[in-house]
């Protein structure tokens, strides 16, 4: 009962006009940001930050813009699956399945149509589970002390390659970077300086959003420059939109059943939204396939855009309880609360209620914005996809640019962030994550904190850290996330590999 | 050929080992030593970051292709670019260096010299009024001031 007089609280904060004013704001930016090809919801919010941060608008507000873009997004990249056959990003990757074929078909615009109607069901369904869990977990979450946290942390980078990671040593690598990089500057709790060899601009460490947007967005252009990939791509033409009620009702299980399967999936460490669309994929082909699946059938768009839907709200559920992200867009959510000075976690409910409840009450107004949006403007969508990449890529380079410079005016923040851009060029020619890199630069002053804290408090006893049976179970998680990949994961990702491939010979 | 793995494997112990070296040489904090000091996480950190490198070392993957050499030149000559840009923003200003780069930018990436060139004067005017005017996020004039 007091889950919902609080939700009702948030339902207040997020129907002020100014706030659904972001709302829709966000959601227009988002769902174009994930159906432009290579330009991903981890991206797109990252570019927004530091707009949203030096425009000075308040927490909520910006959380509310942030969190409809991340919605958004999820949204768009189906768009750009059904109608080029390339997913935006990579949980939208079971979408071309079937959403390719039944655009080939000439049935694009129901394509189109049943994935905004199944993403509603996945986030809408993600969101009441995320309003149910997420109290219960942040209460759960108190009885963590220092050294439960410290455990925590480092169960949140070893599950962070997923289950389908490939090399599990460069996530770990790209882990033990980010943090590298957070020790830059004066350390908070005994002022020794440490690795700014005296150079005045590093005493306060490096900041992590210009990090984030050279890693992603530099990055992407050089790699755009590099495939010659300006022209853009050849699209299916979209015909007349003809869904009746019962074509509605009949991807109605599957849009369910991947709500539910996807949410799991987000909510999990290490699995995500590529894993949650995976299995609702899957599952659904399982319990409904007549022949019909990989051809275009209209429960193969549903499920797998419920399920990474709902994955996206899920991923959502340890963010803010725990501080902890799963995915690379919550770890980019994640830096936007950090860089507002709120740190989440369990007092998060606590201290700021109202802001997580708005939050919450934003994305159910959010969800319900983008199906009245993307059902009647798929069009303006589809016409704005169309304009190629070699004038796009280099505006959205210079507003990332614009935002980076005005959060103190210094160009010396963007000889940085280019610095960034060409490191994340070369980590990903050598398949090093970003994600973790980011991760470690976000973490890495609480995770430090929680060592010492544990540390002082045990005067020295290393043996602190395993001596709860929770942090003993938190372990061993993390130690089963980092070991399973290495024996699932091969299969996992044939099984993918497989499913994708018997879809090209059709 | 599994060269790049090995490489930058390579660098990377490099930097570890650096990097855990330079953390033993931390001036110890004022109030003595504890039993946890700013030395004691790097020095994990270090320690990590050289396994898994020692491991790439070993056992590297299969390479991605680098690109052909021209084109590196040309990669180098954008990221230039965009170092000049950050250069210029203050004196020259902003709307003529951001026009030059984006026309710079998407001539680069297949653009007519005419297109790219409308592309840059374009959305560097626009953003130019829409973050001064509209979003009252001052940037620089430069030499437009006058």
Redesign the interface.
Known sequence: MDTMSLLMQGFAVALTPESIMFAVIGAILGTLIGALPGLGPANGVAILIPLAF??GLSPTSSLILLTSVYAGAMYGGRISSILLNIPGDEPAMMTCLDGYPMAVKGKAAEALAISAIASFIGSFIATIGLVILAPILAKFALRFGPSEYFALFALAFATLGGITG??Q??T??A???G??IA?VGI?I????Q??TFNTLELFEGVDFIIAIVGLFA?SE??F???R?A??GLKQVAINKLKLSAKDIIKVLPASLRGAVLGFVAGVLPGAGASLGSFISYTLEKRVSDKGEFGKGDPRGVAAPEAGNNGAASGALVPMLTLGVPGSGTTAVLLAMLISLNISPGPMLFQQNADLVWGVIAAMFVGNLVLLLLNIPMVGIFVKLLSI????L???V???A??GI??VSHS?LD??F??GF??AG??FR????PLVPIILGMLLGPE??KS??HA??LS??DWSVLFNSGLSIGLWTVAILGLVLPIIVGPIVRAKMKKSKESVKDV | MRINDRVFGMLMLILAVAYGWEATQFPIPFGGHESVGPETFPIMLSIILGISSIYMIVRPDPDEAWAPVPMLLELSVVVLSMLAFAWAIEPIGFMPAAALVVSFLSWRMGASVVKSLITGVTSSVVIFFLFNNVLELALPLGLLEF
């Open positions: 030096s425009l490939k090399n040593f460069k770990l690598m882990a033990a970077i943090l590298m020790t350390d709790s005994t002022g020794v440490r690795f530099i252009l050089l755009f420059l590099e010659h300006g022209d190629p990449p070699k004038y890529m280099p505006i380079t210079l507003i640019s614009v410079y005005s160009a963007l000889y962030m280019v851009g060409v060029y070369i020619k050598v398949d090093i995770m430090e060592l010492r540390l002082v005067d020295g």
